[in-house]
């Protein structure tokens, strides 16, 4: 602690990367920051600001830039303001991502709103294309135009848990569900995956 | 767009949220006594100017019933100041309504509200001192058409059409493609730094039976500057995004 922010994926950005002596958990800074300390802050926003912008951005669309600003902007606000309900026995990530999910879901909440969502979702892995662990080729096309024939809860499980990392526990907190039925899902995911490249001729059955 | 753009969050962003945060911290370190000593003095301030310009403007005329509106104007300052200081991230996010956003709404609407008095000539038969008043010759257009009733209900639909204009628009980043699902959170204030119009007029026997026009005016009014205030966000965005 008391070092600058830092972010493992961020490549300069005017945030220093020191290395620590020793890691800090997120949840012992977490405790620092809600009794006012602001290194902790610093700490943990230079830790997270870079995945959880990508989160929100990945699931906002391409096209709407400003919309993953707000929410970015929104999520961090959120986090400030009731940084006192967080429970230190649950992980850190799990409490921010799921405010930036509803962050997300409030700006979408309105009819008119969902409507232009849902016509973001066909962009939704458009930004797949600029992370480092899709590359540009044919295989990946074929990956994000089969992730769009599921179904989005089914998505939103592959991209939790295969893409962001997560454990199907964490997952199952973030969607609302049994971890079982999150696991159910990817199951289920995956075998839909399957079957459609194999019909694209790019997974053998 | 550039991978960059979609994997980092832009700088000034960045840089905004952690200052903001991270004043916000400071600012709970400041001991309560201090904050409290800055929401008093900055209410008595505005109150003084404002008691001062009331009385000077119509000395003569002012009754207790104008004071008990004055001092309901007093308090929404002192609600808007407190809410004003409270320790949190200065920073204005489109769709978040935080005490900053609502000390706004109250302090500019109630100090719009105020001001507008001194260029009504004739409310609650006050009589205006400015040597050109704009609002006199629309007013006796007004009585020599519909009489009070006319009048009454421009008087109400004047004051909450300039509040609300003057109110909304200066928490109008906060209401970006929003401002219809806020309507009734906004207006809920607006309407409230009106009571002590409603408040004059329900005291004042002679005005009693004009108070209906006048709230409905009231309300025409903000539904006007809310009108206005959704097409000049739809101008701003729809040229924004022609750039």
Not at chain 1, 20 to 38: C, F, I, T, W
Not at chain 1, 44 to 53: A, T, V
Not at chain 1, 71 to 95: A, D, E, G, M, Y
Not at chain 1, 145 to 167: D, H, P, W, Y
Request: proline share 4%; glycine share 6%; aromatic share 12%.
């Amino acid at each position: 602690m008391g070092q600058k922010p830092s972010d493992s994926n961020d490549k300069g950005g005017g945030f220093e990367r020191k290395e620590a002596p020793e890691v800090v958990r997120d949840e012992e800074l977490m405790l620092n920051y809600q009794s006012g300390s602001h290194e902790a802050f610093e700490e943990i926003f230079g830790r997270y600001r870079g995945r959880l912008f990508r989160f929100i951005a990945i699931r906002a669309g391409s096209s709407k830039e400003h919309l993953s600003e707000e929410v970015f902007q929104k999520t961090w606000l959120k986090i400030h303001t009731h940084r006192h309900s967080f429970n230190p026995t649950f992980k850190l990530s799990t409490w921010i991502y799921t405010i930036a999910l509803n962050a997300l879901r409030d700006e979408v909440g309105s009819a008119h709103e969902r409507a232009q969502f849902e016509e973001l979702e066909e962009e939704l892995l458009e930004p797949i294309y600029q992370e480092d662990w899709f590359q540009r080729n044919e295989l990946s096309e074929k990956i994000t135009g089969a992730l769009k024939e599921i179904s989005e809860k089914q998505r939103e499980a592959v991209l939790l848990m295969n893409i962001e990392g997560f454990t199907s526990k964490e997952a199952a907190l973030l969607m609302g569900l049994t971890d079982s039925a999150v696991r159910q899902l990817l199951f289920r995911a995956h075998q839909n995956l399957k079957r459609i490249l194999s019909q694209v001729g790019s997974v053998e059955e | 767009m550039a991978s960059q753009n979609i994997i980092d969050p832009p700088k000034e962003l960045s840089d905004s949220i952690l200052k903001a945060i991270t004043g916000a911290l400071m600012e709970e370190k400041v001991p309560k006594r201090k904050r409290y000593f800055k929401v008093l003095f900055a209410t008595l301030f505005t109150s003084l100017v404002m008691g001062l310009t009331l009385f000077f403007t119509f000395g003569a005329t002012l009754n207790w019933i104008v004071a008990g509106a004055f001092i309901f104007w007093a308090f929404c300052l002192l609600v808007g100041f407190t809410l004003y200081f409270h320790p949190q991230p200065r920073l204005i996010v489109p769709g978040l309504f935080s005490p900053l956003v609502f000390a706004r709404l109250i302090l500019v609407s109630t100090l719009a509200l105020a001001a507008q008095i001194l260029i009504c000539p004739s409310f609650v038969y006050l009589e205006s001192p400015l040597p050109w008043n704009p609002l006199e010759g629309i007013t006796r257009a007004l009585m020599d058409q519909g009489g009070m009733l006319l009048c009454m209900s421009f008087c109400g639909f004047f004051f909450s059409f300039v509040s609300g204009l003057v109110g909304v628009g200066s928490i109008h980043k906060v209401l970006k493609g929003r401002l219809i699902y806020r309507l009734p959170k906004i207006a809920a204030v607006l309407f409230v730094t009106q009571i002590p119009l409603i408040w004059v007029q329900a005291m004042t026997p002679s005005l009693v039976e004009f108070l209906p026009p006048f709230i409905g005016g009231s309300v025409l009014g903000i539904l006007v500057s809310f009108f206005l205030n959704f097409a000049i966000e739809m101008l701003r965005s729809h040229r924004s995004s022609i750039v």
